[in-house]
DNA sequence: CAGTGAGCGAGCTTCCGCTTGACTT
């Protein structure tokens, strides 16, 4: 029996640090947090002193259990669970709930898994840190009072199960004012001035004669572009000056956890939650380090490693070692940076994603302990006497690629690396315009978030952790507040005026705009509860307010605060917005009128209703009843005109007949459908259920039967009801409406009724038990 | 799983942060 046992956090740890220990050593995890605020009350004995209830949530009775029992077996138990608050709480709930004595109980902290750090620790421990406690209690107990107390206002005020909280309502309001922003924005136009010029005399005919420039001023209008193209006509150009500036570009950190999301993000087009899903197969698989941190720093021997790494493959010129400090508010850097375990490992993972995350990983952390690339900027300033304003051409020649070698940030194109090289010219050379041209440019409005981007704003705010961006990203989504799409582009005209020849000519060009690829956009819930709740709790919905409390849990941590004291300051004028905004305020919904309708005269209003948007006609008044439709994808509230509000009146529609039963044409929860005797049939992308035929409802009816024919592997004759089907994890029974996994030693194909009927017979049996089994250990 | 939308009233929803399996069918 290990006479010590050590509790860490996740169980690749463990697996890792029992490498590193002797065989008295037994590493267990404790899997995150092993108690939590009661789920199914406030949870805090408002009061008492805010005194928090714990529980031990159902999915970790058994590990608790567990724990209990090797604590008991130990001479001495070592929390080692991460240096940060969240981390020290989880140790003082060990204590608490596994009633670990004082004198058998040490804390331990590393923030690097080797060997060193660990040994360090075990000859270094101390004990719980309470004030620590005290502060994490603080914003557990602060995140349940806001998030249980403004919830069940929106329920009341506008629809039930909407969800407020510190974090994710100014995640919303981002979002919403961003796309406020983008409303109002106005564009405006000008003109742009694009110069090729060559040489006058050319010695020798070489493939790089030709210096593109653009003007150092814009042109309001088109006239006055025009005016001076004309200018340009009989203007003698020449090379007025040269400059050459030498500039250096140093590499990025290595990754934490929001970088790593917004570079997959932009470079592999990978969401957010697909990004940590990736990198955590990595982590478990002993790939890479840590995937949940704020840090950049990486241990010392990483860094031996990275420098041995470098000087092998590219020399030790590349070489240049450095510590990264972070910039980040509330940063509490209980690990290190996200780095390949193994630096010397180049390319590895099991499949695609792997492989391409795993690169990017490598790549970063190599890269970030590599020399400063060398630029040499030029700038020439071309003029004509008879013209005062200025055209420059810029060039860059890379003197040293340095870091650029591995490396290269999205935030600059894979252009920016090429030399962009301008002919051998010296000043006083002459010049001949091969053309110079007008183009119409227009202001454009900031872009709207995407995943990444917002985590990238919200990490900036210090709202949310790393291990909550993902999360709360998908949280505001299933809530309804906001909506991931991609929307196509619009055309737009611009004018093109071109000076070649001496001749002036003018054109309309098209470009296209508004693309956009995978971004957030606020929906009509979303748009009214964030006007709701920076109506009546602007102090919560501040994008400080996160920023401030955290400064008052750094005093609670140091000793200068009491933690209950603290939270009963905030609660009391909170508690009072809360109350207010119940008895003042009447129902929101949203509400606007659209107009009257052309056939009745009735009033045209569109709203939230309780399950969603919707547009009615009509009002609810003595026998009448209004006619309501449900907002499409797409459209909203504040958008919709009375045309297309009237247009979702047309639905359902009868298509025509097949098989001498009606096609009806209509659009449901998931999406447009087409409805034959009882069975729903789902349109594709490309069909309108406005406008179907006949025709192609029939093929999309007989597509469909075609498929569940296939899908039927076996039936039986005796018995209709229970049949074996082939599904997305290959062949199933179904039965009952239920269905059923068929043992792996069985082929489907040669099974029996009889052998069907005890295979669910079985496995209903076992779910029995499980549940039975669960129920008990809940009453425990 | 696809026709809802008044109002009544039952009972439910909800937070953030720390961790991975369950589980398909």
């Known amino acids: 029996m290990a006479k010590n046992l050590v509790i860490v956090e996740s169980p690749t740890k463990a697996k890792t640090i029992k490498g590193f220990l002797s065989k008295d050593f037994l590493i267990k995890s ?139 309502s100014v995640a919303v309001r981002l979002i919403v004012e961003r796309e406020k922003e983008i409303n109002s924005f106005k564009s405006t136009s000008s003109y742009k001035i694009i110069a090729i010029f060559k040489k006058d005399s050319l010695p020798k005919q070489t493939n790089n004669n030709e210096i593109k420039a ?14 001076f193209l004309k200018k340009c006509i009989s203007a003698n150009f020449f090379i007025k000056n040269i400059e050459k500036k030498s500039t250096k570009k140093s590499p990025a950190p290595p990754f934490t956890t929001s970088t790593l999301q917004q570079e997959a993000s932009r470079k592999l087009g990978f969401s957010v939650s697909k990004t940590m899903l990736i990198a955590q197969q990595l982590y478990e698989s002993g790939k890479i380090t840590y995937m ?31 510590k990264y400090s972070t910039k980040i508010k509330g940063a509490q850097e209980a690990h290190e940076a996200i780095r390949p375990t193994y630096i010397n490992i180049h390319n590895t993972g099991k499949d695609d994603n792997q492989k391409k995350l795993y ?35 810029k060039g860059e020649i890379l003197k040293f690629d340095g870091f650029l070698k591995v490396y290269m940030e999205s935030d600059n194109t894979e252009n920016d690396i090429q030399n962009k090289m301008l002919p051998p010219v010296a000043i006083g050379d002459k010049l001949i315009s091969k ?3 007008a183009i119409e440019k227009f202001t454009q409005h900031q872009p709207r978030y995407t995943e990444a981007s917002l985590v990238k704003k919200m990490e900036e705010l210090g709202i949310g952790r790393p291990s909550t961006y993902a999360p709360t990203i998908s949280t505001i989504q299933k809530r309804g507040y906001v909506v991931n799409e991609t929307r196509e582009s619009i055309t737009r005209n611009y004018i093109y005026i071109t000076l070649i020849n001496d001749k002036i000519k003018e054109e309309i060009k098209t470009e296209n705009i ?74 929101i919904s949203g509400e606007r009128l659209l107009g009257k309708d052309p056939e009745t005269g009735e009033k045209i209003i569109t709203r939230i209703g309780r399950f969603g948007p919707l547009v009615q006609i009509g009002e609810n008044k003595d026998d009448k009843k209004p006619k309501f439709a449900s907002l ?133 049996n076992n779910k029995k038990t499980v549940q039975h089994n669960f129920k008990k250990k809940k009453n425990n």
């Open 214 to 227: 653009e003007l150092s001023q814009r042109f309001k209008t088109k006239d006055h572009a025009t005016d």
């Open 632 to 764: 499409r994808k797409g459209q909203s509230i504040e958008t919709i005109t009375i045309e297309e509000a009237l247009n979702l009146f047309k639905l359902p529609r009868t298509v025509g007949k097949y098989e001498e039963n009606e096609i009806i044409a209509a659009i449901g929860r998931f999406g447009p459908y087409v409805k034959h005797k009882s069975d729903f049939y789902s349109l594709t992308k490309n069909d309108d259920p406005m406008t179907i035929s006949e025709q192609r409802a029939i093929e999309i009816i007989e597509e469909k039967k075609e498929k569940n024919r296939k899908k039927i592997i076996k039936e039986f004759e005796e018995n209709k009801n229970i049949k074996i089907l082939n599904g997305k994890y290959g062949a199933y029974i179904s039965f009952e409406k239920k269905n059923y996994k068929i043992p792996k030693d069985k082929d489907p194909k040669t099974l029996t009724l009889s052998e069907c009927l005890k295979i669910t017979k079985e496995i209903s």
């Open 359 to 393: 690169a990017l990983i490598w790549k970063r952390a190599i890269a970030s302990q590599m020399s400063e690339a060398l630029l040499e900027k030029t700038n020439v300033t071309i003029e004509a006497n008879s013209i005062k304003e200025k055209f420059i051409a």
């Open 514 to 587: 508004g693309y956009e690829k995978s971004k957030l956009f606020p929906t009509d819930i979303g748009i009214v509860v964030n006007s709701f709740l920076v109506e009546h709790f602007k102090n919560i919905l501040d994008y400080n307010f996160t920023a401030n409390v955290e400064k008052e849990f750094d005093e609670i941590a140091q000793g200068k605060k009491i933690w209950n004291k603290t939270i009963s300051k905030f609660y009391k004028p909170f508690h009072k917005q809360v109350e207010d905004a119940l008895e003042t305020t009447e129902r």
């Open 292 to 322: 949940r941190t704020d840090s950049v720093n990486l241990s010392n021997l990483a860094l031996s490693m990275a420098k041995k790494e470098i000087s092998n493959i590219y020399g030790t010129k590349y070489v240049n070692i450095r």
């Open 435 to 437: 053309e110079i041209n």
């Open 30 to 168: 404790s899997f995150g947090h092993i108690r939590d605020l009661s789920k199914k009350n406030l949870g805090v004995d408002i009061e008492n002193n805010f005194t928090p209830s714990y529980e031990i949530p159902a999915d970790k009775t058994k590990i608790v259990n567990e724990l209990k029992k090797f604590a008991k077996e130990s001479d001495m138990v070592w929390l080692a669970s991460d240096e940060d608050r969240e981390g020290e709480a989880i140790s003082w709930h060990l204590v608490e709930a596994l009633k670990l004595k004082e004198n058998k109980t040490k804390r331990i902290v590393f923030h690097e898994i080797t060997k060193t750090a660990i040994l360090d620790a075990i000859n270094n421990p101390r004990k719980i840190d309470k004030k620590l406690v005290d502060a994490q209690q603080a914003r557990r107990v602060l995140d349940r009072l806001v998030g249980f107390e403004l919830s069940p206002v929106l329920w009341k005020k506008i629809k039930p199960s909407l969800s407020a909280g510190r974090v994710q």
